[in-house]
């Protein structure tokens, strides 16, 4: 599970996950950077050695409402945390979550079209909804080898 480090998006919490039950990235945003990428790389490659068959995981992307790197957005702050950080401005803006569904299916992409990732891996987008407490699932899981659905 891939998510945002905002403290109200706690997956042990909204999820209602107990020890042991997910593996889970958090980050700024929940956005799928190339750290990211190398992780979920790492994880399948482990699995491929346990798990010769069959699906391994499904990585579940969820981005959420009222995120913060909306700030990313925000030509002044961003700026300024370029000085700071080092950052490439242009890289900066692209993490902002100002619309978490749109956002949330660019990052599934970037994992569905990683070479790096074990094709036997899954991968999902949702939405949490801080206010309701609700998450709404945008993509279903399915790997990068599963081909598109067509109506
Ligand atoms: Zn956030």
Redesign the pocket.
């Known amino acids: 599970m891939i ?4 403290p ?2 706690d997956p042990t919490h909204f999820l209602a996950l107990g020890l042991g039950d997910a593996m889970v990235v958090r980050n ?3 956005r799928v950077t190339p750290e990211v990428i190398n992780d979920v790389a790492f994880i399948g490659q482990l699995a491929e050695n346990v798990l010769p068959d069959g699906p391994l995981f499904d990585v579940a992307v969820i ?2 409402t ?4 909306g700030a990313f957005a925000d030509d002044t702050f961003r700026r300024r945390y370029a000085q700071r950080s080092g950052a490439k401005e242009s890289t900066l803006r692209e993490r902002a ?1 100002l619309d978490p569904a749109v956002t949330v299916t660019h990052d599934v992409e970037r994992l569905r079209s990683a070479p790096a990732i074990a094709p036997r891996v899954t991968f999902s987008g949702h939405v949490y909804d801080v206010v309701t407490g609700l998450v709404k699932t945008v993509i279903p899981a399915r790997s990068s080898q599963a081909p598109t659905v067509k109506p």
Do not use: A, N, P
């Open positions: 998510t945002c480090l905002d109200r998006v700024v945003g929940g981005h959420h009222q995120c913060g790197t979550v």
